[in-house]
C-alpha cells in the first residue's frame, strides 16, 4: 500500500512563513488525490487544503484561503503546502493524506492513507 511523509513544520511568529511537504512512495501517484488536514490541541482534525484526482481541482477551507496554497510536483511525487501569514490559531499537527483509490476521494473528506504528521507552532 502507497506511504506518505512529512516535512517541513517548525516554529514561526505570526506572519511568517513555512512550507510543508508530502511524498507518496509509489513513482505513479501524481494523479491521484492528495492533500493537508490539521489537528489543533482539543479539536477535530479539519480539512485544510486538497487537490481533486482530476487536472484542476483545487480546494481550500475558508480559514486558510489567500493565505495557503497546495501544488504538486508530478516529478517528485510530491505535493506542498506553501503557508504565508501564519496565524497563532494555525498551530496544529498537520497530516499528510492521500486516497486508497483513484478517483474516490470529494473535497473536504478524510483520506485512506495518513502520513505522521508534523508540528507547526505560530507564536510570539
Known amino acids: 500500500q502507497v506511504q506518505v511523509s512529512e516535512s517541513g513544520g517548525g516554529s514561526v511568529q505570526p506572519g511568517g512563513s513555512l512550507m510543508l511537504s508530502c511524498t507518496a512512495s509509489e513513482r505513479d501517484f501524481s494523479t491521484y488525490a492528495m492533500g493537508w488536514f490539521r489537528q489543533a490541541p482539543g479539536k477535530e482534525r479539519e480539512f485544510v487544503a486538497g487537490?481533486?484526482?482530476?487536472?484542476?481541482?483545487?480546494y481550500y477551507a475558508d480559514s486558510v484561503k489567500g493565505r495557503f496554497t497546495i501544488a504538486r510536483e508530478n516529478d517528485k511525487n510530491t505535493v506542498t503546502l506553501q503557508m504565508n501569514n501564519l496565524k497563532p490559531e494555525d498551530t496544529a499537527i498537520y497530516y499528510c493524506?492521500?486516497?486508497?483509490?483513484?478517483?474516490?476521494?470529494?473535497?473536504?473528506?478524510?483520506?485512506?492513507?495518513w502520513g505522521q504528521g508534523t508540528q507547526v507552532t505560530v507564536s510570539s
Open positions: 493524506g492521500t486516497e486508497a483509490y483513484w478517483g474516490k476521494w470529494l473535497p473536504g473528506q478524510e483520506y485512506d492513507v
Open positions: 487537490l481533486s484526482w482530476t487536472e484542476t481541482g483545487t
